[in-house]
């Protein structure tokens, strides 16, 4: 199992440092390791999520993921 930086795993993937940092925020990067300041990227995780953004056309699309519904006063009262 090796371990990357944020550099080293963007160029492992071939993105820019800002991209990879942009999509780690969003949530939809791949799996990362935080030690206090520090970010890691397992290579196993990198190519696991390169695995996942395969596809056979332009045309497919990636599965949409359901939003979480917030529980407000007035979700409540319905």
Not at 20 to 34: D, E, M, Q, S, Y
Not at 60 to 74: G, H, K, V, W, Y
Request: charged residues 35%; hydrophobic residues 35%.
């Amino acid at each position: 199992m090796s371990r990357l930086t944020v550099k080293e795993a963007a160029d492992y993937v071939r993105l820019a440092m800002s991209t990879l940092n942009a999509l780690r925020t969003a949530g939809r990067g791949p799996r990362f390791i935080k030690l206090g300041r520090k970010v890691l990227y397992d290579t196993k995780d990198l190519d696991a999520w390169l695995d996942r953004n395969k596809r056979h056309s332009t045309n497919e699309t990636q599965p949409r993921r359901r939003r979480r519904r917030s529980r407000n006063a007035l979700d409540m009262i319905g």
